[in-house]
């Protein structure tokens, strides 16, 4: 599955919430997936990925979004030492995430600019 680093981190916060109807569904379908299947193979891809296919960001395949969730990915893969094209399971990247960014402060200045951020971090 590929999906984009700032991703890891929406993931694990999702508590049933999107941006439509159609978004929320298969965001659902992708976390269900993950948590049933958490050797799951996870590329770490730049640019729009599995969870993009249905977001109303997401225009002829490119984000209106791009300057916020460019530097959501940057900082996600500094932080985590991760690199575009890794392919590891997603337990692997979750942890890191959770470890490196959820259990620290660097969650607020990922993700502070983000219109779900106070939803997300409210979420255990």
């Known amino acids: ?4 680093p700032h991703h890891l981190l929406c993931i694990q916060k999702f508590t ?3 941006y439509d ?3 929320t569904e298969h965001m659902t379908d992708i976390v269900s997936k993950l948590k049933d299947e958490p050797i799951t193979k996870i590329t770490v891809t730049k640019g729009c990925d599995e969870l993009c296919k249905v977001c109303p960001n ?8 791009l300057q916020k969730v460019d530097f959501m990915d940057s900082s996600v893969l500094g932080i985590c030492e991760i690199a575009y094209g890794e392919n590891v399971s997603w337990e692997y990247l979750a ?8 259990e620290t402060d660097e969650f607020n200045n990922i993700c502070s ?6 939803l997300c971090k409210n979420t255990k």
């Open 1 to 4: 599955m590929n999906l984009r």
């Open 16 to 18: 049933g919430h999107g």
């Open 21 to 23: 109807e159609a978004f």
């Open 58 to 65: 997401n225009i002829n395949n490119s984000c209106t979004s």
């Open 95 to 102: 942890n890191k995430a959770r470890k490196r960014i959820f």
């Open 113 to 118: 600019s983000c219109e779900w951020f106070e």
